[in-house]
């Protein structure tokens, strides 16, 4: 099986920054594109940075020139550089992969449990 774990969530002030790491692990052949996505309460899931198996990075207008999606040279982890955070980025924060695993034709989509960020003075 394959397991994505989240880290780097918490509480910040306005303006601040936090970076968001994701692991990748278990029986992997290749990572594609990873990304990050986020929902808050009431509100549906919206994705939020993505990086493409090409490496082209695209974001919602609500975080453009504050967030920056990475990944490491091994592609099994990936990391979601945010700053001048605001009070509406407040949501659990999700790492996604389209990836395939050992053994397996299909390329498949997984998702970590989620990190809690929260904006606040």
């Known amino acids: 099986q394959v397991q994505l774990v989240e880290s780097g969530g918490g509480l910040v002030q306005p303006g601040g920054s936090l970076k968001l790491s994701c692991a990748a692990s278990g029986n992997i052949f290749s990572i594609n594109a990873v990304g990050w996505y986020r929902q808050a309460p009431g509100k549906q899931r919206e994705r939020v940075a993505l990086?493409?198996?090409?490496?082209?990075?695209n974001y919602a207008d609500s975080v453009k020139g504050r967030f920056t999606i990475t990944r490491n040279n091994g592609r099994t982890a990936w990391y979601l550089q945010m700053n001048s955070l605001k009070p509406e980025d407040t949501a659990i924060y999700y790492c996604?992969?389209?990836?395939?695993?050992?053994?397996?034709?299909?390329?498949?989509?997984?998702w970590g449990k989620g990190t809690q960020v929260t904006v606040a003075s």
């Open positions: 990086l493409t198996n090409g490496d082209s990075e």
């Open positions: 996604n992969a389209e990836l395939y695993m050992t053994h397996r034709t299909d390329l498949f989509d997984y």
